[in-house]
């Protein structure tokens, strides 16, 4: 394994800790995909029993059934930081060929950011979403600035998978994908 530097590392655990291990056991596991149905379908109104809430729950449990078959390689039900950190090592070295977990997770963050369904996420969006993870609105409105480059770019589902994409691999502090999560990454 190439040596990842201290900043991805840095950014790879605040998604661990923020988005993934959100019962906050130091571990990713299945109960954090179920908790994290409840939280997105509770920000986006979606009763239990309705499309969207079964969609949000089929999407996110093959997330984790991918993400449990691609990095616990101890087969323990748990992905650990080093699992973690040695997954996203392996995908930035193909970062050009998702798996299909991953591209499916980009997809289901970019629909669940997109509230109004438009085909674009504005700066309100971003905020109701990133908010219920723990990100603060200021910091929330600064990292959508950065990325949207002060809104001079219509963040679409292609821009989004660019910027989800440059979040996982680059090594640059000033990239703007390094915001994409609710809170500007500073080295």
Known sequence: MASISDFRKKKLLYIFNVFFDVNRSGTIEKKDFEIAVERICEVRNWPSGTP????????????????????????DGQVSHEEWIAMWDDYAQNAEQPAD???????????VEDTSGDGSIDVEEFTQVCTCFGATKAECEQAFQRFSQNNSVLVTKDVFAELWKEYFVSEDPSAGGNCIFGKPIIV
């Open 52 to 75: 969207e809430a079964a969609r949000t729950k089929d999407i996110l449990m093959s997330v984790w059934e991918g993400l449990r078959t691609r990095a616990d390689s101890n087969q």
């Open 101 to 111: 977990w991953h591209r499916r997770y980009m997809e289901f963050m970019f629909d």
